[in-house]
C-alpha cells in the first residue's frame, strides 16, 4: 500500500490556517518554527491518515500545498 504524500512549501505559506480548517481528517497544525518571512508554516502530523481529498491544497490562497496520491 503506497501513501498519499502532502508537499508543503514552508517559505510560501503565510499560516493562514485555512488548510487546517478544511481538513476533514484533522492531521495538519502550524510548525512551531517559523519560515523567512516569518510565518509559522502548516505541517502535516500524521500523514498515514491522509485521505489524498487534497481539499487543503485545493483551498490554499497560496498555493504552498500539493498533495501526490500514493
Not at 3 to 8: A, C, F, H, K, L
Not at 19 to 40: D, F
Not at 43 to 56: E, R, S, Y
Amino acid at each position: 500500500m503506497t501513501m498519499n504524500q502532502v508537499i508543503i512549501h514552508r517559505e510560501r505559506c503565510k499560516g493562514c490556517q485555512i488548510c487546517i480548517e478544511v481538513c476533514p481528517q484533522k492531521i495538519l497544525s502550524l510548525e512551531e518554527k517559523i519560515n523567512s518571512h516569518g510565518y509559522h508554516p502548516a505541517q502535516m502530523k500524521d500523514a498515514k491518515k491522509c485521505t489524498g481529498c487534497a481539499f487543503c491544497a485545493t483551498m490554499c490562497p497560496d498555493a504552498a500545498i500539493e498533495v501526490e496520491r500514493g
